[in-house]
């Protein structure tokens, strides 16, 4: 199998409640030397065309819609013509950082994408947002939660448009159901497997 995962780590500042944080977030690449998918478009374009390396973008998946995970993807699809998939529960959040255009496509639960002869399935997790979206690609044995599912528990809630008991349901109801050797890819931070979440999820 030709296709492999690949890793831009891109930092920035993420705004919450009028305050700024500085934070790195995981951009990764899914595909070969010729195609890939992107997931998620923090804070600036330029280190993510970098890692693509001129390959061809099938298209760009955000995760969820908070501006750390966003900022950097209608410069992307300009720079690279790939077309955004977003799930539309978030559509409010999209709105607060790119008031003037729209994402192109809408990523709900069963959505396909191909890139480089592997299928990624989404799966709907609300609870870090509403419209918060895994991608699984079984063939890799991975998932890429987001802000889901981090090494060591769940995403935050607490903040507007996130619940704690929904986050759970989804992470339990959908991630810990795939078979435990599942490599988890996260927004943020380190990986870590499904196995070794089973008990830090409560």
């Known amino acids: ?24 977030n995981n951009v990764w690449l899914v595909g070969d030397d010729d195609e890939v998918v992107v997931i998620d478009a923090p804070h600036d ?10 390959r061809r973008v099938t298209a760009i998946v955000l ?10 993807a209608v410069a992307l699809r300009e720079a690279t013509g790939a077309p955004i998939w977003f799930n539309p529960a978030d559509r409010m959040l999209w709105d607060v950082v790119h008031p003037d255009t729209a994402p192109d496509e809408d990523l709900v639960e069963g959505t396909r994408l191909t890139v480089a002869g592997v299928q990624l399935h989404a799966l709907h997790t609300p609870g ?3 419209g918060s979206t895994c991608l699984h690609a079984p063939d ?33 109801d959908r991630l810990m159901t795939l078979h435990g ?6 927004g943020h931070g380190d ?6 979440e089973l008990g830090n999820i409560a």
Do not use: W, Y
């Open 181 to 186: 050797d599942t490599v988890v890819k996260t």
């Open 128 to 130: 870090h947002s509403p």
């Open 45 to 54: 374009a330029a280190p993510i065309i970098e890692a693509i390396a001129g």
């Open 191 to 196: 990986d870590t497997t499904v196995n070794a």
């Open 1 to 24: 199998m030709s296709a492999r995962i690949e890793q831009a780590v891109v930092s920035g500042v993420f705004s919450l409640d009028g305050q700024d944080f500085d934070v790195d």
């Open 140 to 172: 890799l044995a991975t998932v890429f939660t987001g802000d889901t599912l981090f090494c060591g528990g769940p995403g935050a809630t607490g903040r507007s448009f996130s619940d704690k008991p929904t986050i759970l349901r989804s992470i339990n």
């Open 63 to 72: 995760t969820h819609g908070h501006n750390d995970h966003i900022t950097a």
